[in-house]
Structure formats: structure tokens, C-alpha cells
T-cell receptor, first 112, second 117 residues
Framework: GEDVEQSLFLSVREGDSSVINCTYT??????LYWYKQEPGAGLQLLTY?????DMKQDQRLTVLLNKKDKHLSLRIADTQTGDSAIYFC????????????FGTGTQLKVEL | GAVVSQHPSWVICKSGTSVKIECRSL??????MFWYRQFPKQSLMLMAT?????????EQGVEKDKFLINHASLTLSTLTVTSAHPEDSSFYIC?????????????FGSGTRLTVV
């Protein structure tokens, strides 16, 4: 079965870096995603990484993928109060239908 | 970029009535749409996958007769919650897979907050 776990809560100070971690179990995952959800809103795609990559950087966002340990992380540099939200990792498996399995979500709180 | 428009944003209905939620892909064709349900402070749970012109595929434990999905065109998928009950109150979100020259990934609607009273 597919299981995607995240820590529930992370608090950082404005200007610091945030690192949100995710572990998954499906070794056949093709793409892994990071989404941001603000209260009462849908999901905003932040970035994604293909399973044959180790790292991807996109402005303030850095994604690291350790396939051996099935560990994915999202680093947000210079975290701002506007980054406060819930962050979900998600994996797209090979099981057909391009279904996404979402992590449990990490609530990021940025304090002044 | 690829946009999915979801309506309504929120709806309150009485027990026993039916509610229809629409998702439209605005600038691309979505042969497949996904419907999720999200309870407060929880993750998204996939309910069903709808394919244009064919029957939807439901996840285990999701009642197909209660959650009717129609995907009659490449730009429109609808979810109808039939005979709604308070336990159906939730946040429903649709999603479509996008794969073109400029975009890859899944784009989500803004969600529908359903409250059944």
C-alpha cells in the first residue's frame, strides 16, 4: 500500500529557512510534488521533482529527494509570513490513472 | 497556465437534498479529472477518477450511487452529492492532470465547502 507521512507542525521565524520533510513507501513513484494550501482554498502547486533527480531548485524553493530512503524534503529560504500555510507532499505512482497519494500535511507557521 | 474553475465555492443545503459541484478546465482539455474530499485538518482523500465519455472509477469505500460523477466533455466534470446528510459536510476539491509544453502536474480547483444542515 501507499503511505505518505509528514510531521504535523513546523514553526519558524521570519527570514529563517524552513525544511518540511516527507517520507513515502511506494518505490515506483514517478513524480513527487509539493503543494501549498491556504485556509479555505484549493491546492497550489509549488514544485515537483522527477524520481530520477536528486535535487531541484526553484527560486526560494529547494527540493531534495533521497530515493534510497524514500525521503523528500522542501526547503524554503528566507521564509516570509505569507508562506504560512499547510504544505502537502504527494506522490504519483505507476499504478495507472496517474493517481496522487497525499501526505498528511505540515502546517507551517511563520512568526515575526 | 492551466486553470480549473470550480463552483460553487461554498454551499449550504438541507438534509436529503442533492448538490452539484462543477469543475471546468478553462484553457486546456482534461480527459481525466480527480475528485477529492478533505475533512478539517486532514489530508486529501481521493474519491474517484472521472474519465471523459466513460464511467468514473471509485475508490474503495466511496458509494458510487451517492456521489455521482459525470464527465460529459473534455472541459467539464461534475460531482453530485445525492441525498446529502450532515456527515457529507466536507471540502470537495477537483483536480486535472496537465502535461503540455509549459506545464506538468496537477492543477486543482479552489474547492467547494459543503455544509449539510
Amino acid at each position: 500500500g501507499e503511505d505518505v507521512e509528514q510531521s504535523l507542525f513546523l514553526s519558524v521565524r521570519e527570514g529563517d529557512s524552513s525544511v518540511i520533510n516527507c517520507t513515502y513507501t511506494d518505490s515506483s513513484s514517478t513524480y513527487l510534488y509539493w503543494y501549498k494550501q491556504e485556509p479555505g482554498a484549493g491546492l497550489q502547486l509549488l514544485t515537483y521533482i522527477f524520481s530520477n533527480m536528486d535535487m531541484k531548485q526553484d527560486q526560494r524553493l529547494t527540493v531534495l529527494l533521497n530515493k534510497k530512503d524514500k525521503h523528500l524534503s522542501l526547503r524554503i529560504a528566507d521564509t516570509q509570513t505569507g508562506d504560512s500555510a499547510i504544505y502537502f507532499c504527494a506522490e504519483e505512482g505507476r499504478g495507472g490513472g496517474n493517481k496522487l497519494t497525499f501526505g498528511t500535511g505540515t502546517q507551517l507557521k511563520v512568526e515575526l | 497556465g492551466a486553470v480549473v474553475s470550480q463552483h460553487p465555492s461554498w454551499v449550504i443545503c438541507k438534509s436529503g437534498t442533492s448538490v452539484k459541484i462543477e469543475c471546468r478546465s478553462l484553457d486546456f482539455q482534461a480527459t481525466t479529472m480527480f475528485w477529492y474530499r478533505q475533512f478539517p485538518k486532514q489530508s486529501l482523500m481521493l474519491m474517484a477518477t472521472s474519465n471523459e465519455g466513460s464511467k468514473a472509477t471509485y475508490e474503495q469505500g466511496v458509494e458510487k450511487d451517492k456521489f455521482l460523477i459525470n464527465h460529459a466533455s473534455l472541459t467539464l466534470s461534475t460531482l453530485t452529492v445525492t441525498s446529502a446528510h450532515p456527515e457529507d459536510s466536507s471540502f470537495y476539491i477537483c483536480s486535472a492532470h496537465v502535461r503540455d509544453r509549459d506545464n506538468y502536474g496537477y492543477t486543482f480547483g479552489s474547492g467547494t465547502r459543503l455544509t449539510v444542515v
